[in-house]
């Protein structure tokens, strides 16, 4: 496969509007703090399944996969800051990662990896579930998170990564609505 015909893919939900402004406003409080270089607001994203480079050919393969996907809509509380110091990397994410998106993720990686895509190892049940707030950031401690982050997923997208020296640009080339969770 050439790189010219190579496309960098991943599944991900995005925050709707709310939870977007919330994410960039923590990221900038924080990263006022420690420096770094904050993410873009509609850069926020919470990776399901990295796929990483396939042939321009396969996307219809993967959008036919992921339209087959069968699961209910729910709720997300980011509920903790987090950071790794290797790339200083500062992310909210969960006390506890909720079963429907481990479930999510767990029938996205299980069917990509039956499907012959070469999936990372560590993704799917034991997703490390978390949206990237800023990275390089040089930071001692972390506050608490004092109100959760809040939003209703209603789908996921199937996510190009376009590499720039300055940033990845994400564009959405297909988004996948999840049924109505039962009112029982």
């Given at each position: 496969m050439s790189e010219a015909d190579s496309r960098r893919v991943f599944f991900a939900l995005w925050p709707d509007d709310e939870a977007m402004s919330h994410l960039a406003a923590l990221a900038r409080?924080?990263?006022?703090?420690?420096?770094?270089r904050l993410?873009?607001?509609e850069s926020l994203h919470l990776t399901l399944a990295f796929v990483g480079s396939?042939?321009?050919e396969q996307i219809p393969q993967l959008e036919e996969f992921a339209a087959g996907i069968r699961?209910?809509?729910f709720a997300l509380s980011l509920d903790r800051f987090g950071f790794w110091p290797q790339g200083g990397i500062l992310w909210a994410g969960f006390r506890q990662t909720p079963a429907p998106l481990r479930g999510l993720a767990a029938t996205l990686v299980g069917g990509l990896r039956a499907a012959g895509f070469a999936i990372d190892a560590r993704a799917g049940a034991n997703l490390a579930a978390h949206v990237t707030l800023a990275r390089r950031v040089r930071c001692?401690?972390?506050p608490r998170l004092g109100t959760p982050v809040n939003w209703q997923?209603?789908?996921f997208a199937l996510v190009e990564s376009q590499l720039h020296s300055s940033a990845a640009n994400?564009?959405?080339?297909a988004r996948f609505p999840l049924g109505e969770a039962d009112a029982g």
């Open positions: 409080d924080l990263a006022a703090r420690g420096g770094g993410m873009r607001p396939v042939a321009s699961a209910e809509s001692a401690s972390l997923v209603g789908e994400y564009r959405t080339l």
